[in-house]
Nanobody
Framework: VPLQACWGGLVPPGGSLKLSCAAS????????VAWFRQVPGNEREFVAA????????LYGDSVKGRFTISRDNTINTVYLQMNGLKPEDTAVYFC???????????????????WGLGTLVTVSS
């Protein structure tokens, strides 16, 4: 299922940025949808997710309290609002989806079967 992540960019420390991820032919409500990020040489890191059929929000420890995941099911789009950005948030951000993943596996990037291409977020002055 095609996923398109958009709206990365350069942001100063302490700034904010909102990423979006749109899907075609995909009812987000029936899928688990997530954001991951990756720095070259490192494994993909879990950022945030909605489980399948749930509005419960899950966050990685490094972003809890600063990032917010949200979605608009009418346009099959998921967002990631990032506030209080730090240089260590610099990474390529990916959205992902799966119609089979269970709750205990949401933080495992290898369990997702649909991925966006990624968008670069750079936090620097």
């Amino acid at each position: 299922v095609p996923l398109q992540a958009c709206w990365g960019g350069l942001v100063p420390p302490g700034g904010s940025l909102k990423l979006s991820c749109a899907a075609s032919g995909l009812a987000f409500r029936r899928y688990a949808v997530a954001w991951f990020r990756q720095v070259p040489g490192n494994e993909r890191e879990f950022v945030a997710a909605f489980p399948r059929g749930s509005d419960r929000e899950l966050y990685g420890d490094s972003v809890k309290g600063r990032f917010t995941i949200s979605r608009d099911n009418t346009i099959n789009t998921v967002y990631l609002q990032m506030n209080g950005l730090k240089p260590e948030d610099t990474a390529v951000y990916f959205c992902a989806a799966s119609d089979r993943i269970i709750l205990s596996s949401l933080r495992n990037w290898s369990m997702y079967n649909s991925w966006g291409l990624g968008t670069l977020v750079t936090v620097s002055s």
